[in-house]
């Protein structure tokens, strides 16, 4: 019979052996749950708002990031947008790349591009929506 401390979802032999739960990545894997539903609704506001300045003139789509409630949402989006995509990506490498080495060049790489391409994204939004 499986002991209480480990819930009997352990098998045999990961008992005998000493296998079971690292005891962590539960805070990551719900981070990561949670920036995926709060992207949702966001995507569905940002492809409704691209459709509708799909044939708006370029001084109605800079009007409509001068918005302060449509920019604070595009940052969201992006800075969401951007977390997500370098998670993920964290989640492959973490299943498929086995040397460590190589695996934190590759999550290093991705995470300095995710911040590097957010940053860019957040200054041209600002630039934009404050109106230089």
């Not at 690292?22 to 749950?33: I, M, P, V």
């Not at 509708?52 to 989006?77: S, Y």
């Not at 947008?81 to 991705?110: P, S």
């Amino acid at each position: 019979m499986a002991s209480t401390s480990d819930n009997g979802f352990r098998t045999r032999l990961g008992r005998v052996r000493g296998l079971g739960s690292a005891k962590s990545g539960g805070a990551h894997w719900l981070a990561y749950r949670m920036v995926a539903v709060l992207l949702v609704p966001l995507t569905v506001w940002f492809l409704i708002s691209i459709v509708r300045l799909a044939k708006a003139e370029h001084a109605d789509a800079i009007a409509w990031l001068h918005q302060p409630v449509n920019a604070v949402l595009l940052l969201i989006t992006l800075i969401a947008t951007f977390h997500h995509a370098a998670a993920g990506m964290r989640e492959v490498y973490e299943d498929y790349i086995h040397g460590k080495l190589a695996r934190l060049i590759a999550i290093g790489l991705t995470n300095g591009a995710a911040i590097l391409l957010a940053a860019a994204s957040v200054f041209a939004v600002l630039k934009i929506a404050f109106g230089a």
